[in-house]
């Protein structure tokens, strides 16, 4: 794939994020799609280096997830971990036998010297995938929840304590520093891409990982493609996730307007549930059209990522586009 064929940047986090990202395939030719994935959550456990929303973006494309998790991959078995769990291993953590393979297959080489980017777009191919899916940076970035019970690394949060302790904020360690992937800023630079599109993925704890790299922040705002949204809140309640409850305990309405504040300059475009238009409108920089955000159905997907594309496509047209170009920030 040649960043002169992409025509769609993606940014997303694991479940929901990888829903769209299959409807966005499904519209766009082998090769016009890269999703860039969130490597806040990443973890080294057990020895080897787990990268989550990487592996369900790569296992949803390729059509090998587990669609009752969204998460891992499909007829999985649990032999390894019941072998660990015999001898007193950690086992918070699940990692099925075929799952396992990824990882240690991608701990070996990231010993050896290969990027991460390099590996996960061989892994994808190897897996069928026909668009680029890249990490966020190759640079270590780890998100830490900050707690009334501490600081806590996202998977320990998330995971092992079931994003049970109640959340005063979060930060981004490394992002100050992190390099964005090449192949993600090429593809920003080009005069083809038509679209940068935020997934209804968590935008505290997937999205914003990734725009916490301050070179990135700055390709998308030199962009000229209109960066566009879609609301993870419908009717004040979250399509997947803790997200309403970050978003409560961080004292903020669980509304699709209160999503577009936080993204605020990032976006050109949010798309929204047609019941929050009225509410969502009340950012007057960012342009609201309203779209059935919910994914059901493979068709729900392949739909709404059509919408998203068709709606970005739209703001290009304007003579001043809704946020040209304020969105340094």
């Known amino acids: 794939m040649k960043a002169s064929d992409v025509?769609?940047?993606?940014?997303?986090?694991?479940?929901?994020?990888?829903?769209?990202?299959v409807g966005l395939s499904k519209v766009l030719a082998p090769g016009e799609l890269l999703v860039v994935a969130n490597t806040g959550d990443d973890f080294e456990h057990l020895g080897l280096n787990v990268c989550p929303d990487i592996d369900t973006l790569t296992y949803t494309l390729a059509g090998i997830n587990d669609p009752e998790t969204g998460w891992g991959r499909a007829g999985e078995t649990w032999n390894f971990m019941a072998a660990l769990e015999a001898i007193g291993g950690e086992t918070w953590f699940r990692l099925g036998d075929g799952d396992l393979a990824l990882h240690v297959e991608r701990t070996r080489r990231l010993a050896s010297g290969e990027s991460l980017e390099a590996i996960t777009a061989d892994v994808a191919r190897q897996l069928g995938v026909e668009h680029r899916i890249v990490p966020m940076s190759d640079d270590r970035v780890r998100t830490i929840v900050e707690t009334a019970d501490?600081?806590?690394?996202?998977?320990?949060?998330f995971v092992r304590q079931g994003c049970g302790p109640r959340v005063s904020g979060f930060r981004f360690d490394g992002a100050v520093a992190a390099r964005p992937s090449p192949a993600l800023l090429d593809a920003l630079a080009r005069p083809a891409l038509e679209a940068v599109v935020i997934c209804p993925s968590n935008p505290f704890i997937s999205i914003d990982p990734i725009v916490a790299l301050p070179a990135l922040r700055e390709a998308l705002g030199a962009c000229h493609a209109p960066v566009v949204a879609i609301s993870p809140i419908v009717g004040?309640?979250?399509l997947k996730g803790p997200t309403a409850k970050i978003m409560g305990e961080l004292g903020l309405p669980v509304t699709a307007a209160a999503v577009a504040g936080h993204y605020g300059a990032l976006l050109d475009g949010f798309l929204v549930d047609a019941t929050d238009v009225t509410d969502a409108s009340n950012e007057p920089a960012i342009e609201v059209a309203p779209a059935h955000v919910v994914m059901d159905s493979l068709e729900d997907r392949v739909r709404l990522a059509a919408e998203a594309l068709d709606f970005a496509r739209r703001l290009a047209?304007?003579?001043?586009?809704?946020?040209?170009?304020?969105?340094?920030?």
């Open 7 to 21: 025509r769609c940047v993606a940014l997303s986090g694991g479940i929901g994020g990888a829903k769209l990202a």
């Open 150 to 157: 501490g600081d806590l690394a996202f998977q320990e949060y």
């Open 236 to 238: 004040g309640a979250a």
């Open 317 to 329: 047209r304007q003579t001043a586009p809704v946020k040209r170009r304020g969105r340094l920030i």
